[in-house]
Each structure stands twice: as structure tokens, then as C-alpha cells.
């Protein structure tokens, strides 16, 4: 089967895909990998080929390491999450910048509502109360 490129995601440039679209950006290279029938082996090395700058300086770094532990493609990418994507410290939201939100004029209140709840779900529950 020939490989269909057009299925993959842009290179990853870890300056341009922002940390909490880095999940975003592994589950389409894995559709990829998956549409395309892709072998392990190839897998990798197209994950190889797929990263960029930074990202490819980082895989070059810890190849001798992947090697010596004969990591697949889903270690490969578990670890690019954890070096690129969001940390779980960085999810931790706070109760003064949830004061600060204010609904935009152009923003629908549905839509406020939803930024709204999902911040609150980044604060730590011991934080805040539901109770008025």
C-alpha cells in the first residue's frame, strides 16, 4: 500500500503547535500511522522524519536511550507528550484569575459559560466552594 502523506499532520515544530494542542497534534499522527497500515518499524521512523528543530534535537538525544529500552511508537509519543505537552502543574488554575473572566461583547453567554466551567476544572477543589 502506498503511504498517503496527505493524511498527516503538519510537521511537529514544538514553537508553533502550543502545548495543549499537542495531544491534539499525536492523535492525528496516530490516525495517520493507523490509515496508511503503517509498520511499527516505519512508524518510527516517520515519527522520525515528522518532528522538527527542537522536537527532532530531542529525539536525536534520547535515541541511544529508546534503542537501549526498545521503545514503540506509543512510548515515542508518551514521551513527546511529557517533554512538549502540558504538564499536569501547568493545568492548575486559580481562584484569582477566575475573578478576572469577563465575557467578551462579540461572546456568546453560552459560550462564556463553558470557559467559564472549564477553568473552575482546573482549580484545585480544596481551593473553592460550591456553597454561597
Given at each position: 500500500m502506498t503511504t498517503s502523506?496527505?493524511?498527516?499532520?503538519?510537521k511537529f515544530d514544538c514553537k508553533e503547535v502550543k502545548k495543549d494542542k499537542v495531544d491534539v497534534?499525536?492523535?492525528?499522527?496516530?490516525?495517520?500511522?493507523s490509515f496508511n497500515e503503517v509498520l511499527e518499524e516505519d512508524s518510527k521512523k516517520l515519527l522520525r522524519l515528522w518532528l522538527i528543530d527542537d522536537a527532532a534535537q530531542w529525539m536525536?538525544?534520547?535515541?541511544?536511550?529508546?534503542?537501549s529500552e526498545s521503545w514503540d511508537l506509543s512510548r515515542w509519543?508518551?514521551?513527546?507528550?511529557?517533554k512538549?505537552?502540558?504538564?499536569p502543574s501547568d493545568k492548575l488554575g486559580d481562584i484569582w484569575k477566575i475573578a478576572e473572566l469577563r465575557k467578551?461583547?462579540?461572546?456568546?453567554?453560552?459560550?462564556?459559560?463553558?470557559?467559564f466551567k472549564k477553568y473552575l476544572n482546573t482549580i484545585p477543589s480544596n481551593l473553592y466552594t460550591d456553597e454561597w
Open positions: 502523506f496527505e493524511v498527516f499532520p503538519k497534534w499525536i492523535s492525528c499522527f496516530q490516525d495517520a500511522i536525536l538525544d534520547i535515541q541511544s536511550i529508546a534503542d509519543l508518551e514521551e513527546l507528550k511529557l512538549f505537552g502540558v504538564k467578551d461583547k462579540e461572546l456568546q453567554w453560552c459560550d462564556f459559560n463553558k470557559e
